[in-house]
């Protein structure tokens, strides 16, 4: 299973990116997908996620300002980004919980990350 995500780059502060993560291989179903993020020198931390049902998680510092979806049937996962800060600058890995036959269990995967910097 490999996960690629892309729509990274430069945003001015108030700017918005749209982030999209496509996992692809053997695949029988995933459960959770889910955009983390780590700037210099801090921890991964959860920004959104999202079950396949539809229930999502937000991280208190991107409520409001950040949207996780997804398309199921594409494997894919989105996080639209808006009002960005600086403060959002980070590398943004995505992730999915991926049983790979019916007969496993769940593993996580990850994405190689891209990069959001918001700068004036």
């Known amino acids: 299973v490999q996960l690629q995500a892309s729509g990274g780059g430069l945003a001015q502060p108030g700017g918005s990116l749209r982030l999209s993560c496509v996992a692809s291989?053997?695949?029988?179903?995933?459960?959770?997908m889910g955009w983390y993020r780590q700037a210099p020198g801090k921890e991964r931390e959860l920004v959104a996620s999202?079950?396949?049902?539809?229930?999502?998680n937000y991280a208190d510092s991107v409520k409001g300002r950040f949207t996780i979806s997804r398309d199921n049937a594409k494997n894919t996962v989105y996080l639209q980004m808006s009002s960005l800060k600086p403060d959002d600058t980070a590398v943004y890995y995505c992730?999915?919980?991926?049983?790979?036959?019916?007969?496993?269990?769940?593993?996580?995967?990850w994405g190689q990350g891209t990069q959001v910097t918001v700068s004036s």
């Open positions: 291989g053997t695949i029988f179903t995933i459960n959770v």
């Open positions: 992730n999915a919980d991926v049983k790979v036959t019916v007969w496993r269990t769940f593993q996580t995967y």
């Open positions: 999202r079950t396949r049902d539809g229930t999502t």
